[in-house]
């Protein structure tokens, strides 16, 4: 937009726990990092904001619900955090997300970028959106700080995110008390909170070797990550997965379904830090990427392509598209 910054940026946040709510965090403190002022609010707040909506000189950033007010917005990014699926969201919820979708690539005033290749490639060749950008999400600088060296010190398997259906967490269980058993002094710890949790703990049947820490600050969690051998997430389909970047950023071990956006973020490293298993995920593989994953020295991975600021550099780059009305015009529809 004619190489201005913008005035201020208004973002949508998510749930207290969760991947948007992490993204906001990170990516908020990127744009203050460049000296740009910040306000998330809540996507149930943003018809509220019109004027701000209208103001050409404020940048947007929208997700989840908020991107329905893409019509009224003039200088707005609508983030596409995933992608419509009817077997986790239902499927009102599938339509209302594409229908979030549609409105976005047909506003005048809004460009769309979902956070990686693979939520891109799924949104244009399966739901015929226009794609502006893909920009995968950013780290929390808490994250970026050098971790201390305490691999004898790490103990524990862990999960960290939302205990919802979609992360599979009832196939992860059975396949980590397998591997608990073979390894006397480890540990399993699932952080988070989420309609699951009852469940979830009642097929934990009571083992003390799996606690559940519900929700942590991001300083808890990476706290935790630093003493935890390997981090595990069984999400088939998630479209970029910030978490996989915080752990191995803090020296573990990913063990992870075969596919999604995850695969993205350090294809060396897979074999390796990253150990995968298959996206069926039957007990038996869960648990030989786990005995992997065991194996491999953990060290912290270096991804400051990830950090705050460069990520925030990557949005003002789609922001610099805007005409000085807040327009946008694609050059290819």
């Known amino acids: 937009m004619e190489d201005e910054y913008p005035s201020k940026i208004l973002m949508t946040g998510g749930r207290e726990v ?18 740009i002022p910040v306000e998330i609010i809540s996507p149930s707040r943003i018809f509220s904001r019109w004027r701000e909506l209208r103001d050409p000189r404020i940048l947007k950033v929208l997700g989840t619900s908020a991107i329905f007010a893409a019509p009224i917005s003039r200088r707005a990014i609508c983030v596409a955090h995933g992608f419509p699926c009817a077997a986790h969201q239902g499927w009102l919820n599938m339509l209302a997300k594409l229908a979030s979708y549609r409105l976005a690539t047909g506003s005048r005033g809004a460009q769309f970028v979902p956070v990686s290749d693979y939520s891109a490639l799924h949104l244009h060749f399966i739901f015929g959106l226009r794609v502006d950008a893909a920009i995968r999400n950013p780290m929390h600088p ?38 608990l058993d073979e390894n006397p002094g480890l540990r399993a710890w699932i952080v988070g909170e989420g309609p699951m949790r009852a469940e979830l703990e009642e097929i934990a049947a009571g083992d003390e070797r799996i606690e559940f820490l519900g929700a942590l600050a991001p300083a808890q969690v990476r706290e935790r990550l630093r003493q935890s051998r390997v981090f595990i997430s069984a999400c088939a389909h998630e479209a970029l997965g910030i978490v996989y970047l915080e752990a191995l950023s ?9 596919s999604g956006g995850g695969l993205e973020i350090a294809p060396e490293l897979i074999g390796n830090s990253i150990q995968l298993f298959p996206v069926t995920a039957p007990r038996a593989g869960i648990a030989s990427a786990l005995r992997n994953a065991l194996l491999v020295e953990t060290k912290a991975v270096s991804l400051n392509a990830y950090s705050a600021r460069a990520v925030a550099q990557s949005y003002l780059a789609v922001d610099a598209r805007f005409s000085a009305q807040g327009r946008f015009h694609a050059e290819v529809a």
């Open 18 to 35: 969760g991947g948007v709510t992490s993204f906001a965090e990170g990516l908020s403190a990127g744009f203050a990092e460049l000296g």
């Open 142 to 179: 808490l994250f970026l700080e050098p971790a201390p060296q305490t691999a004898a010190g790490r103990r524990a398997i862990i999960f960290v995110g939302r205990l919802h259906k979609a992360k599979n967490l009832d196939l992860l269980l059975p396949a980590m008390r397998d591997v």
């Open 250 to 258: 803090q020296g573990c071990v990913v063990a992870m379904p075969a």
